[in-house]
């Protein structure tokens, strides 16, 4: 069957299987920053935004997502400029083997889409269904809240 949706802001038709998840949808048509992991909806590694909430893809059916928007980590950087989030990550060191950043990332624009001022509580909880092997959470709660600041500073 044929699947209508947009990604990145860009209109997609994909062709897929009616079982399909959403995740192999997407890594099939070159959206890698979709990781796999746990594939049972605990890890985190494969979240993507689908109508401005994260889910978990590895567990999501695709045909759920006819006509909606969709925001992968390759939509965060814009003219091959990375988001102020994704400088944070950097710059204060919140990513280590990266296999989790796509993931938090995506958690994290969600959060800030929506609340654009959130206390370290909200940060926190916004990570929580990401997990993190090597880095561990205290760095990305951290550059998260440094780039709320910054863009609000930006505004
Ligand atoms: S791979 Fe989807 S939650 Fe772990
Ligand atoms: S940076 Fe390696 S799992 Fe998080």
Redesign the pocket.
Known sequence: MKLNLKINSENKVFDIDVRDTL?DVLRTNGYKSV????????????TVIVNGLTV????YPAVKCEDAELITCEGLEKDGKLSILQEKFIEMGAIQCGYCTPGMLLSAHALLMKNPNPKLEDVKDALSGNFCRCTGYKKPVDAVMAAAKEMKGAK
């Open positions: 995740m990781k796999h992991g746990c594939e049972t909806g605990e890890c985190g590694a494969c978990n893809s590895c567990i």
